[in-house]
């Protein structure tokens, strides 16, 4: 028999999570939040979203670059309009 278990402590976003990315250097957790078309940042210390940033439609997927300057966030926007930008890099 399989039990469910839930790890660490739940923290709301207030959307729906598409991909996370881990800075250990910073102690931060990068959060794709899909359909409220931003990235939230968790502050591992503290468990909370510290901040919000603000991107272009439906982040799907987030990489920090190895020297943790960069986070690269892919977009999925095949819902846009027909003849609208959409699948894109930030």
Not at 1 to 7: K, P
Not at 38 to 67: C, E, F, G, Y
């Amino acid at each position: 028999t399989a039990e469910a278990q839930t790890l660490g402590r739940v923290v709301a976003i207030g959307g729906q999570a598409s991909d996370l990315a881990l800075d250990e250097g910073r102690r931060n957790l990068y959060i794709a939040n899909f359909t409220a078309n931003r990235i939230d940042v968790l502050n591992l210390d503290t468990n909370t979203v510290r901040t919000s940033i603000s991107v272009p439609a439906q982040p799907s997927s987030l990489s920090v670059s190895p020297d943790g300057r960069y986070l690269l966030i892919s977009h999925y926007a095949n819902f846009a309009a027909p003849g609208t930008p959409s699948n894109g890099l930030t």
